[in-house]
């Protein structure tokens, strides 16, 4: 059978967690990089189809096939990262250096290719400025204001709020990513991810990777948003929100229940070996 034990699962995670600790910069960076541009474009097609369709839950449908893509080729997602190199660092197969050194080229390379996308996204959908009347569009620019402006009404409550949607948000995220662990088939491994994925974006909680195409997308199209705007309302506290949700309630938790159980199994066999 293709199923695989959360036992089994929750070491896989450290393993995992253990070979990203140990990538190179160039690895982490070109690696981001990708992950970064093929968010962008899930999240582009997501929005094509809730335009064409008028239903948001169609673009949720097909949001995930980016995220699907990013874990298959074993790129490095900043959001995912999250909740797994922590737990090499629980079990000393890493470094408390080596998970920051990780986390902070992983998020500079998934904003490097977020941005990039962005960049050739608005050279295609406005025809290099000509056309900003697609309702793509300004369906993006709308976003991208609701995602900073919307928040900034609020002050205080409304850093509250983006933190607290991307905690909800990376919880389902990283979820997804540890489900790819617990199927050896590739069909299995689409399915089990596509769902949490789906949750997510159908919702429309704070991814911060997500942010960092859609935002700078709708400022280049027009959208009344300075960079403090999305960093002080939206990037900064989205990003520790994501850290918080996948670290405490993905990657912490699954380990604590698992992993101990697995110890205890274990430890009774290697007992009584001669």
């Not at 929005?47 to 673009?59: E, R």
């Not at 470094?95 to 290719?113: E, I, K, R």
């Not at 990039?116 to 993006?140: C, D, N, R, W």
């Not at 790819?180 to 704070?206: C, D, H, N």
Request: positive net charge; aromatic residues 12%.
């Amino acid at each position: 059978m293709s199923y695989i034990k959360p036992e089994i699962v929750v070491e896989n995670m450290i393993q995992a967690g253990a070979v990203k600790a140990g990538l190179s910069a160039k690895n982490i960076l070109a690696r981001g990089f990708l992950a970064g541009a093929l968010l962008g474009y899930a999240t582009s097609l997501a929005f094509t189809a809730s335009v064409q369709t008028g239903l948001g839950i169609v673009g949720a449908l097909i949001f995930p096939v980016g995220f699907v893509i990013i874990v298959l080729l074993g790129l490095e997602l900043v959001t995912g990262n999250f909740a797994l190199v922590p737990l090499a660092v629980i079990e000393k197969r890493a470094t408390p250096a080596s998970l920051f050194y990780n986390w902070g080229l992983a998020f500079l390379g998934n904003l490097v290719g977020s941005v990039f996308y962005a960049l050739l996204f608005y050279v295609f959908i406005s025809k290099m400025g000509h056309s900003t009347e697609a309702p793509i569009i300004q369906k993006i620019i709308a976003s991208a204001e609701a995602k900073t402006l919307g928040y900034e009404k609020f002050g205080f409550d409304g850093l509250i709020t983006a933190f607290v949607s991307a905690m909800l948000c990376n919880w389902m995220v990283t979820l997804a990513a540890v489900l790819s662990f617990s199927s050896s088939s590739t069909a299995g491994k689409v399915v089990v991810m596509w769902l949490p994925i789906l949750i997510f974006f159908a919702q429309g909680y704070e991814h911060s990777v997500v942010n960092m195409f859609l935002i700078p997308a709708g400022m280049l199209l027009g959208a009344h948003v300075s960079l403090s705007d999305w960093w002080l309302w939206n990037q900064i506290p989205v990003t520790l929100g994501n850290i918080a949700g996948g670290m405490v309630f993905t990657g912490l938790l699954l380990y604590f229940t698992h992993r101990k159980n697995q110890v205890a199994r274990i430890e009774p066999v290697l007992e009584r070996a001669p």
